[in-house]
């Protein structure tokens, strides 16, 4: 097979795009749910979009997480709703206490 028709081979020009494209705080706590998208284009038509997502509470470690995320997420948590967020956890605490390691083993 030969080359002669070089001008209708078609060299495909894929892109893969991540970005965050939505935030959503909810519930009493603030949590922050983030959605990520993936598309692959090519030559600017999209063939493919795909999600992940996961949310976050006010006491999680948000350094890893993109600009945009840590700015919504310093502003809804305040000390107020860090203080709540923990007073809900001690209550729930109270009533679904965590075993003891004697206590799983029988001893």
Not at 70 to 99: G, M, R
Request: net charge negative; hydrophobic share 35%.
């Amino acid at each position: 097979m030969g080359y002669d028709n070089i001008s209708s081979l078609k060299i495909m020009s894929l892109e893969k795009t991540i970005k965050i494209d939505q935030i959503e705080i909810v519930g009493d706590y603030k949590a922050v749910q983030v959605r990520q998208a993936t598309v692959i284009t090519d030559d600017g038509k999209e063939l493919s979009r795909s999600f992940h997502r996961h949310s976050l509470n006010c006491d999680a470690d948000i350094s890893g997480e993109d600009a945009e995320v840590q700015a919504v997420c310093n502003a809804v948590w305040t000390d107020e709703v860090k203080a709540a967020y923990a007073a809900h956890l001690e209550e729930q605490n109270e009533f679904f206490p965590s075993a003891t390691p004697e206590e799983v083993s029988g001893e």
